[in-house]
Structure formats: C-alpha cells, structure tokens
C-alpha cells in the first residue's frame, strides 16, 4: 500500500486509484465506466446512487468499493419499519450514571451503503439529509460530526411499485451522480459464470488504500486547476437546464458544485492538474440528469432526462481550447498573425479563426450503458 506525507501527487493518485480499479473491477465485469464513475465521486468527496433492475450487481458494486478501502463500512437494508433513530442513532438514559448516553446509529462510518434505500418511509429517508449535505447529526440539540472521508452509497430499483417510496427531489439532489450498471455483455456474462459460480469474490477482496490514503487523494483532488472559462462553461450548462421547454425542474447551484467537483476528480484520474470542457461534458449526464423533473407533455412523449441534458451539450458552446502548453501557469506563446492576442481561457492566446467543437459524450454513455 501507497502512504503519503502532506499531499499525495498526481502520479500516487493514479496508482492507487488504478489498484482500486482493478480490485472492483475482478468483482463487476465489463462495466469499467460504472466503476470509473464511483471511484470519481469517491475522490470528490460525493455521495453515489446506483438505480438498476434487480440482479444486475448494484450491491455488489457498493461492497466491493467498500471492501478494496481499509475503512469502517456499514451497511443498511432499508425496509418499512426502518426508524430514522435506526441511522442516525438514539440518546438513551443510563441508571449508573443518571445522565442520558448517546448510542450512535449506523450512518456513523466512512462508507455507509443502503441498500434498496427507496423502500424506507420518506421519515426515514430524510434520517440521511443532514449527514449527506453538512456530513453531521444533530441528535437532541447535540451535533456530532462524522468521520472523514464519508460517502454515502445507496442502491434502489426503478421498476418495482409495491412498498416503495420515490425518493425526494432534495435527497436525489444531494447525490453526486447516478449510476445504471445495465445488462453484462454475453462474454461478460459468462466470465461471470466461470468467476461467481463457485464462490463470491468478494470473499478474496483485500484493501488495497487506506482511509487516510483516500483522505489525502481528495486533499489533492481539491487542488486541481479550473480556469474561469470552464466554470462558466459548467454554469451555463446548469442553467440551460432550468429554461429548456420540457424540463418544469432544473438543476439547482449545488448540482453546478457537484459538477465541478467531480470534473476536478475526473481531471485528476486522468492525469491532469486542471481541468477541460472534456471532463465537464462526460460528467454532464450522471450529474445533472436524475436532478431533473420533465414536463407531463416530455414524459407522454417518452422523452428522459438525459436525452434533454445531451441536447443541452449540443446547444451549449465549448470553450475554445487555445495552443501551446495545457497546463495553467505554463509559459505563454506569441499570438498568432492576425490574432486577438487576448489570453484564452487556459491562460493561451487565441488564434483567429472558429475552432472545431470538442468530442461529445454519446446519450447514455456516461450513465455506464
């Protein structure tokens, strides 16, 4: 295992991030972008959704992000008669001591999974509201902060109706991205078979960081560079999505931190110590979609979320990305004959002339499909 002193550097970071990638990935096959997606919400200090049918790994991929980190993990089966003390803990009277004790419950971990978190009551959802946004619990006019790092990582399934309550539009916001495994290739399948069929995984899954490791990934997840033109370019895509036509909910200010948080992260999984459009763009869909509510008329017409958010990244312009060094900081060239010799959003002079649109994420792709 990999220890650092103040600040893990770029070259750490993707070594234990690769480790935790392979050890994930041996337990969920063929969903290396599923996995990419969690490992960045981890790094981004986010709280991850995994919506799925039944059968397809949601719980095994919670476990298996949970297991290949030396940290406490608790897991939590929501069901009806959940009570909200049940996660955030209960004060209860001691005779010895004639005073009341605090019992804490089980959001009180690094990793806390739920699982089917849809089938508890709304009382019970909203237990997690606190803990997920301001990562603390007020029990009895006391708070107690949580450990750090603290994510949340719940699974529910979309298509059962019978005992399950719909998630409020301030819980699905508080979450960083959702996820959809989706079906496995045929290979993927059968490796599956040869892998699962005699026994699970998970049971031969060792850590491979350690929760001050990921403590001090996040550290250096926060101090990479976005210039001013991608925050603006994630700006304007947030708020392109509270006037389009058929959305009657946009994305809130939180989902615009959300997005640039986990562009940050994406950026330093990739190597780099700034951030582009491109890694704004991949993340638009996870991010902003399942935030989104569309109108009666969108859904009689069967049209999703995420159809709505690609075509916001159609619409919306890039950024120019101008020549010479990428990194911020970076010496600055000469400005091309003819150019406006004002400095582009990377800190570059801007040649004359359109420049081509980057590359843009597929509808669907982003989400793990």
Excluded: W
């Excluded at 337990?27 to 599923?34: A, C, L």
């Excluded at 009570?83 to 001591?97: A, C, F, H, N």
């Excluded at 603390?136 to 949340?152: H, N, S």
Aim: net charge negative.
């Amino acid at each position: 295992m990999t220890t650092y002193d103040e600040r893990a550097n770029l070259s750490d970071l993707s070594a234990t991030a690769g480790e935790v990638r392979r050890c994930v990935e041996s337990v969920i096959e063929g969903k290396p972008e599923v996995v990419r997606l969690s490992l960045t919400v981890l790094l981004a200090e986010g709280h991850l959704l995994i919506e799925d049918v039944p059968g397809v790994g949601k719980t095994m991929l919670a476990k298996a992000l949970a297991k290949t980190v030396d940290c406490s993990v608790r897991r939590i089966q929501f069901t009806p008669d959940l009570l909200p003390s049940d996660i955030t803990g209960v004060s209860v009277y001691d005779q010895q001591r004639k005073d009341f004790e605090f019992k804490p419950g089980a959001v009180f971990a690094q990793i806390v999974i739920g699982d089917e978190i849809n089938r508890a009551s709304p009382k019970t959802q909203s237990a997690l509201l606190e803990s997920m946004e301001e990562r603390q619990v007020t029990i009895d006019g006391q708070t107690y902060q949580l450990p750090d790092p603290f994510m949340v990582v719940a699974t529910q399934n979309p298509v059962e109706m019978e005992g399950t309550y719909p998630l409020p539009e301030a819980q699905r916001d508080r979450f960083m991205v959702r996820v959809s495994i989706g079906y496995p290739s045929p290979a993927a399948e059968l490796e599956m078979l040869d892998v699962h069929g005699g026994a699970s995984p998970l049971d031969d899954l060792q850590p491979v960081a350690h929760a001050h490791d990921i403590a001090k990934l996040i550290e250096t997840v926060r101090g990479v560079h976005v210039s001013d033109a991608v925050r603006r370019y994630a700006v304007e895509l947030v708020a392109a999505t509270r006037t389009h036509p058929d959305l009657r909910l946009g994305a809130s200010p939180r989902a615009t931190l959300h997005l640039l948080r986990a562009s940050k992260a994406a950026a330093a999984l990739a190597g780099r110590e700034f951030a582009l459009p491109d890694d704004v763009q991949s993340l638009a869909v996870p991010v902003l979609a399942h935030r989104l509510l569309p109108t009666a008329q969108a859904q009689l017409n069967r049209r999703t979320a995420e159809q709505m958010v690609s075509e916001i990244l159609q619409r919306v312009p890039v950024p120019a990305v101008g020549p010479g060094p990428s990194a911020p900081g970076g010496p600055m060239p000469a400005a091309a004959p003819g150019g406006s010799g004002v400095p582009g959003p990377y800190g570059q002079p801007q040649p004359p002339g359109p420049r081509p649109p980057l590359d843009r994420p597929q509808s669907g792709q982003a989400r793990g499909y």
